[in-house]
């Protein structure tokens, strides 16, 4: 799985962000187990990329390091890329265990952010101190860093403003920029649409045919699906509309309270009390 189609992923999340947070009623805990497993395994393969990178580098001949360079480019770009999806997921995970008062999923999401910030401190440093790197191909990194920060405050934009994001954001002045421009956009289906065609036109450009780890990219993108309950996507695999959940959650709501009233209407005069205490009120839910 290449590293620009987990951007697609997270701008997917994003949008359902509100439906996760809101809707879904317990992340997996194996989805969260494989989820942060693959992420570790990619990151302790991108340190030993750069480490060996890194020291390999003082023996390469000058006429040989442009070929090197173009070698790890490719691991400097997924780090920096991939990195938009362990930001998004992490806010949404984050958003949904603050709306429940958890901390299940938090530690979890924010470990493996630590250890992405740190292969990313690790390959900016080398960008900025490895010799032998062209200043066109510092100055197109720089560029796809850039990018990759502003798509990511883009996509938190999406989430509910409840959601406290600063820690996953790269500006938070941007991000609620974005969160107004979703909130008040006419067309909200055409504006995403839009949105999508745009960023997968932005990641085509100047990428790579391949990653280095499409093996483990594709596990963590695994991972995330198997945290969501299978309530929030259609029978096609696809994520459910929000204002549809929103209708299925109305109805089953309307439905107890209809049977509520059928069994308050059968009951006799001393029954009623302790049936309207024994049966859960409707729109409620059960503790996690």
Not at 205 to 212: K, L, M, N, T
Request: proline share 3%; aromatic share 8%; net charge negative.
């Amino acid at each position: 799985m290449h590293a620009r189609e987990l951007v697609e992923f997270a701008a997917i999340l994003a949008s359902n962000g509100p439906a996760i947070i809101g809707h879904a009623e317990r992340l997996s805990d194996s989805g969260l187990e494989q989820y942060w497993s693959a992420s570790r395994c990619r990151q302790e393969r991108w340190a030993r990329s750069l480490k060996t990178f890194s020291y390999e580098l003082q023996y390469t001949k000058t006429t040989d390091m442009a070929a090197r360079w173009e070698e790890i480019r490719e691991v400097l770009e997924e780090i920096l890329t991939t990195e938009v999806l362990t930001r998004v997921w992490g806010a949404v995970c984050c958003g949904y265990e603050q709306q429940r008062g958890l901390d299940e999923a938090s530690p979890v999401v924010r470990n493996v952010l630590a250890g992405h910030l740190e292969a990313r401190n690790r390959a900016l440093n080398l960008m900025v101190y490895g010799h032998g790197l062209r200043v066109e191909e510092a100055v197109i990194l720089n560029r796809m860093r850039r990018r990759n920060e502003r798509w990511n405050d883009m996509l938190l934009g999406y989430l509910p403003e409840r959601v406290d994001a600063a820690e996953f954001g790269f500006s938070m002045a941007r991000v609620r920029e974005f969160t107004a421009d979703t909130q008040n956009s006419p067309h909200p289906e055409t504006a995403w649409s839009l949105l999508l065609a745009s960023l997968r036109i932005a990641y085509q450009r100047h990428a790579h045919s391949s990653s280095p780890n499409e093996d483990l990219n594709c596990r963590v993108a695994a991972g995330i699906l198997a945290c969501l309950p299978g309530e929030l996507f259609e029978s096609t695999g696809t994520m459910k509309s929000l204002w549809l959940l929103r209708m299925q959650h109305a109805a089953s709501d309307t439905q107890g309270m209809i049977d509520q009233l059928i069994a308050l209407d059968d009951s006799s005069g001393k029954d009623l009390l302790w049936e309207s205490r024994a049966v859960d009120l409707p729109g409620t839910r059960r503790p996690l």
